[in-house]
């Protein structure tokens, strides 16, 4: 059974942490994450979401409450100093149009009447098609893009809550989500047809561009939380995690692949493209395939994501090695299993 009480807080523990969207992919990552560094989980999901779907995680208080119910939220949540909003609407731009506003204006009402920091993930969609290699957090925006001019029109919003002294806030900027499930390129797109012995890559093979393994990215949350006292009232930091090439996925999906036995006969991969001008055609009947034809030219512009200033904020980022990553978001999807540390210490 579902408890809808208040959360019972500890007097011997006072950071305690809300997240709103607790079982979305970077949710339930930031969940795991705040709760194994010895914070109070406070995890909102829908009112719908059944008992037995909700892992049970030693610190972790699941409130099935709707977001836009922020006066049940903060009655239930009260001395939460963090709120993290992991919410997202579908991929679709109708859905993106008609929720996104409503999602950030709940979650800024619910951590100003708990007095907290505001904590949103960002990407690199606000920076358009003629971003910079290097993105900082002071580069110009400048989104082409419908899903980019809509992550602007978000954090502006965000960055006036705090001037107005309605909440203070931190964005976390990111590159693609990879690891911890369903719900990304590398399950969508890229690695589908993996036990196939064949990959399809959205782009050039040489072009480098940012990955956070979604692990690590929630680390990275508690670890920019647990310095919150030392921000501006608005802060944005970049997040840097993996960047790498085609070829360098191409390498680890190799290893793996010849492992399970999944190698063609020629001993390669084989590497198809995404077919983009066929998504632009099906975007007409179908809005998700439309979103998805948008984000083209991330695949063939090179761009990595500054850390210096995160950096100084928390030192060293957390940073599991890139193909240890590979295997664990590919075990996270089923396809492998695995291997025990005497095996990958051989």
Known sequence: MITHTRFPHSTDNPSTVLILGARGRLGLAATRAFAQAGWQVLAQVRPSAQSAALPAIPG????????????????????????????????????????????????????RQLRARLMLPGNVYNFGEAMPPVLREDTSQAATGFKGRM??????????????????????????????GTGSWIDQAIAKDLPRGRITWPGPLDVATPWAYLPDLARTFVRVAQERDRLA??????????????????????????????????????????????????????????????????????????????????????????????????????LVALRSTRAALA
């Open 151 to 180: 992550r602007v029109q978000l954090e502006q919003r965000l960055q006036a809550a705090t001037r107005q002294g309605e909440i203070r806030a931190v964005v976390l900027r990111a590159g693609d989500f990879f690891g911890s």
């Open 233 to 334: 009232a608005f802060e944005c930091l970049h997040f840097a995690g993996h960047h790498v090439t085609a070829q360098q996925w191409l390498h680890s999906f190799t290893a793996i692949a010849a492992e399970q036995g999944w190698l063609p006969d020629a001993g390669a991969l084989r590497v198809g493209q995404l077919p983009w001008p066929l998504l632009r055609v099906m975007g007409l009947v179908a809005p998700t395939f439309a979103a998805l034809a948008d984000m083209r030219y991330l695949w063939r512009t090179p761009h990595r994501l500054d850390n210096t200033r995160l950096r100084a904020l928390i030192g060293d980022e957390p940073h599991t090695p890139f193909d240890q990553a590979v295997r664990q978001a590919l075990a996270d999807l089923g």
């Open 60 to 111: 972790v208080w699941w409130m099935p409450v709707a977001v836009e119910d922020t006066a049940a939220l903060a009655a239930q949540a009260q001395g939460a100093q963090v709120v993290v909003h992991a919410l997202n609407p579908a991929y679709t731009h109708k859905a993106w149009r008609e929720q996104a506003p409503m999602l950030m204006e709940a979650a800024i009402a619910v951590t």
